[in-house]
Structure formats: C-alpha cells, structure tokens
C-alpha cells in the first residue's frame, strides 16, 4: 500500500474534551494518508464527521471511505500472464481435442480438425471486460482456427501470420482454439487486460513500448469498481525509459507528462468515462505495477451547520461504515483533522 501510516489519534483536552479527537500529521506531496476513523467516547460509535485545517495550505483534497472503496481499479496492472504455456514449451496446461498435439514448441493440428484445444484462464476473467489476444498461426494449410474468451468468439483465421484482437469475455473462465477444418500450428499466445496501440506488446511481467511510440496502451476501469467522475485517485506506476515522454489519464483526465525511469505517484480526478490509459510521445520503455486507488475529493460545502460552538470550516460527514478518512495535498504540508461524535 503506498499510504502513509496512520498517526496515533490523541484526545484533546478542551470545552468538548469528550467528543474532540485530533490527528496532526505532515503530508507528503500528492500522496495520501489513510486515517482510522475513531470511535467516540461511547468507544461504540465510528465519529460522526471531519473538519480540516491546512496550515498555510489550502489545497488539499479529503475523502471519507470504507475498505471497499479502496480497491484497485486497474485489471492485471502487473500484466501477469492469463495463459499457461502459451509458448508450447512442454505438452501441459492446455486440454486437446481429437486431432492436437504439443510438441517443438508449437500445438499442432493434423487432418483438418474441428475440435478445440483449450484451458481455464490463469487469472480470473470478468464477464463483459475486454481483453487483448496475441498468438501466432504458423504451417497454415486448410481452413479456419478461432480464438475465444470466456465462450466469446473472436475472428476466425485463416492464413499463416501472428494476429492481435479485442474479445470482449463471455462468462466462463475457458481460452480456446477451435478448428474448423483447420491443419496448421500455433504459437506465443498471450492474453492481457489491455488494449496495445501499435508497438506494445507484454512479456507476462510488464508492457513493452518499442520504436519510440505514440501510441497508447489502454482498458476500461474494472466494472466491479468503476471510476467516480469527480472522484481524485492515487495513480502509482512504474517506468523505464529511454526515449520520449509517457503520461497516464483517467476518465479522460490527463495527469503529468513524466520522462523519467522512476515509480511515479499522482492524484488524478477522474473525467467522465471509464478509460484508464497511458498515451505516449516517442516513447521507448516499459510499464508495470499500475495501481489505481480511491483516495480523496475536494470537499465542497459545510456540513457541520448546525453543531454551534463546535462547528468548523469545511467538514465531511462520516456514513456509519466509513472506515477511513484519507487526505492529499499536490504540495507537502502539516493538515490537522479533527473528529467530532456522531449526533442522533
């Protein structure tokens, strides 16, 4: 987890010593900190809201937030491979029909075959989430062979070349090749959450940019947890580079071009759509380690009207499930928050 360690919560000792509870914490720049919502003096109750002070800084941004809320967004952002021995480099991992072998590093399919060689996906796949097929046809002599996700069909082929296509998963967790009078081999299938521009590829470990590229490697937000529109989160990759410039967007909300090999941590609200992308500008590299979590918005309005001598400036209302309280700021600063009981 890239946040910082929540700070110990002390009792203040004040006019509402039982219902005060004040966390002072240093931030670092753009890198929010997770903080453990209290229990009120009841020691049964989460607080009930937040208010903030920013030192001389008052651009910050605060979130409250249960565990779910957390989760990553990206699919497969260590590009981790979904196909077991997509090189053929022994006979395993794969279930052939009649008329398959696996042998030279290539399955084979003799006597124009229209059966399946198949496997259940080494990670999990989502139904409806697009994913990216590479794999090559080699001693291609008669009909066609398709590709299938989940039970989704993708297009048959039917000449000897190394092909690269989108299927969108159906609702099994089953990668297929299915013949239709097909004699011929295949070779170096790889299936990746992304979509690759023109001159990415993956290795099963990272994604590859070659040919100083301006192309983009892209997916959709996984649908169990998609993007907020106005909601900020902690983007975290890693990067080699030799050439060219590579900037990450959310929803359609561009972040910080970065021309660097480095671990990068950025705060990015999120655009209007579910695209998670990384576009280039002459880029030589390689990709790795995506992460995409919910951290913090800009609070808007005050929500403590009503509270009297205990209201502050801009507050956050606590749900009763909310765990966390998470603050960033685009420049390192000291944020006090202070946590109020919650009134019935």
Request: aromatic content about 10%; cysteine-free.
């Amino acid at each position: 987890m890239p946040y910082l360690a929540p700070l110990l919560v002390n009792q203040v000792a004040a006019v509402a010593q039982s219902e005060t509870y004040t966390q002072v914490s240093s931030l670092a720049a753009s890198v929010p900190e997770n903080i453990t919502v209290p229990n009120d003096q009841t020691g049964l109750n989460k607080a009930g809201f937040v208010v903030f002070g920013a030192s001389i800084y008052s651009d910050y941004y605060a979130k409250v937030f249960n565990t779910q809320e957390g989760t990553d967004r990206v699919t497969n952002g260590t590009f981790a491979e979904y196909v077991t021995n997509g090189a053929f480099a022994s006979d395993t991992g794969w279930t052939k029909g009649a008329g398959w072998t696996i042998a030279a590093g290539v399955a084979t399919a003799t006597g124009a075959i229209s059966t399946a060689l198949s496997q259940t996906a080494a990670i999990t796949l989502l139904a409806g989430y697009t994913y990216t097929i590479t794999y090559t046809v080699s001693a291609y002599t008669a009909g066609t062979i398709t590709p299938s996700i989940g039970g989704t069909a993708g297009v048959a082929r039917s000449s000897a070349a190394t092909f690269t296509e989108t299927i969108v998963a159906g609702t099994t967790q089953i990668l297929a090749f299915t013949g239709a009078g097909f004699t011929g081999s295949i070779d170096n299938v790889s299936v990746t959450a992304w979509v690759l521009g023109t001159g990415w590829t993956t290795d099963g470990t990272t994604a590859i940019a070659t040919g100083a590229i301006s192309t983009a490697i892209s997916q959709t937000a996984n649908p169990l947890f998609p993007l907020v529109v106005g909601q900020a989160y902690l983007v975290t990759y890693t990067i080699t580079r030799s050439a060219g410039t590579i900037t990450p967007s959310l929803g359609g909300t561009a972040g910080t071009a970065v021309s660097t090999s480095s671990t990068v941590q950025e705060v990015i609200v999120a655009g209007s759509t579910q695209a998670i992308s990384f576009a280039t500008s002459g880029f030589t590299g390689t990709l790795d380690n995506v992460i995409i979590q919910a951290t913090a918005r800009v609070p808007s309005g005050d929500v403590t009207t009503g509270y009297a001598a205990r209201q502050n400036p801009l507050g956050l209302a606590i749900p009763k499930d909310g765990l966390y309280v998470s603050v960033a700021m685009p420049v390192a600063g000291i944020i006090t928050a202070s946590f109020y009981q919650r009134q019935n």
